[in-house]
Nanobody
Framework: QVQLVESGGGLVQPGGSLKLSCAASGFSFSSYTMSWYRQAPGKERELVATIISGGGITNYVDSVKGRFTIARDNAKNTLYLQMNSLKPEDTAVYYC?????????WGQGTQVTVSS
């Protein structure tokens, strides 16, 4: 059974940091391109960051460049998103996604709220 389970979300003040994790099981994690998406209330789901299977190439949406870092540990089947210098506009539900060609899986999401 395929599972992607996000954790690490919560309430943080502006300027603070959070580290999200996405634990994968039931598929060959190391072969998949992994991504973090987010969806704020009333907005479409947005691609935040992507990392290829080997981990050597990453991409970020402009709004998080220099603040967020995506990483993966293929030995632990886990994806990470280190989020620094958080802003209120980063408030959203964050989802991890696994993709290999036409096959994709989603996690259930974890809430991140940035507020004073």
């Amino acid at each position: 059974q395929v599972q992607l389970v996000e954790s690490g979300g919560g309430l943080v003040q502006p300027g603070g940091s959070l580290k999200l994790s996405c634990a994968a099981s039931g598929f060959s994690f190391s072969s998949y391109t992994m991504s973090w998406y987010r969806q704020a209330p009333g907005k479409e789901r947005e691609l935040v960051a992507t990392i290829i299977s080997g981990g050597g190439i990453t991409n970020y949406v402009d709004s998080v460049k220099g603040r967020f870092t995506i990483a993966r540990d293929n030995a632990k089947n886990t994806l990470y998103l280190q989020m620094n210098s958080l802003k209120p506009e980063d408030t959203a539900v964050y989802y991890c996604k696994a993709r290999l060609m036409y096959q994709s899986y989603w996690g259930q999401g974890t809430q991140v709220t940035v507020s004073s």
